[in-house]
């Protein structure tokens, strides 16, 4: 496992109907639900680290800070970008911005086109293990 700080990915998307407040029960209007934004920068996050952790080896999420600052309506493009900015043992930080897909002739990182930003904190973990525990809970005594 070789994390550094730096290693980033993106994901985009295009805001379809069920990626709404409205289908997700966050909202009642027809633009992109922040729990989907969320799931894009989870993402992306996974994606920045994925090709440096051995095959047996996952990331879990622990932590997240997200300021939803723009509407997207169905049908606008989105680009969402996360960036390792911290590696502590097995704990990774990541920052992210989502930003409104770039026309052609407008700059892609002007405020007006921040949709949102926030933090993402994931652990390294074994699958294995993960898996096991969650499949096979400790009893009580």
Same mark, same amino acid.
């Given at each position: 496992?070789? &994390?550094?700080?730096?290693?980033? +990915?993106?994901? *985009?998307?295009?805001?379809? /109907?069920? $990626?709404?407040?409205?289908?997700?029960?966050?909202?009642?209007?027809?633009?992109?639900?922040? #729990? *989907? &934004?969320?799931? &894009? !920068?989870?993402? +992306?996050?996974?994606?920045?680290?994925?090709?440096?952790?051995?095959? $047996? =080896?996952?990331?879990?999420?622990?932590?997240?800070?997200?300021?939803?600052?723009?509407?997207?309506?169905?049908?606008?493009?989105?680009?969402? =970008?996360? /960036? &390792? @900015?911290?590696?502590?043992? *097995?704990?990774?930080? %990541?920052? %992210?911005?989502?930003?409104?897909?770039?026309?052609?002739?407008?700059?892609?990182?002007? $405020?007006?086109?921040?949709?949102?930003?926030? @933090?993402?904190?994931?652990?390294?973990?074994? *699958?294995?293990?993960?898996?096991?525990?969650? @499949?096979? #809970? #400790?009893? !009580?005594?």
């Amino acid at each position: 496992m070789l &994390l550094v700080v730096g290693l980033n +990915a993106s994901v *985009r998307a295009v805001v379809s /109907e069920s $990626d709404t407040a409205a289908a997700l029960g966050s909202g009642d209007v027809p633009v992109l639900g922040t #729990p *989907r &934004l969320l799931a &894009l !920068a989870e993402a +992306a996050a996974v994606a920045a680290v994925a090709a440096q952790l051995a095959p $047996d =080896e996952i990331t879990v999420g622990t932590s997240v800070t997200l300021e939803h600052r723009r509407a997207s309506p169905v049908g606008s493009g989105l680009v969402v =970008e996360a /960036e &390792l @900015t911290e590696v502590d043992g *097995r704990r990774l930080v %990541f920052s %992210f911005i989502a930003l409104r897909e770039e026309s052609p002739g407008q700059p892609g990182d002007s $405020d007006e086109h921040v949709l949102g930003a926030g @933090t993402i904190e994931r652990v390294v973990i074994s *699958r294995e293990r993960f898996l096991a525990r969650a @499949t096979h #809970p #400790p009893t !009580a005594h």
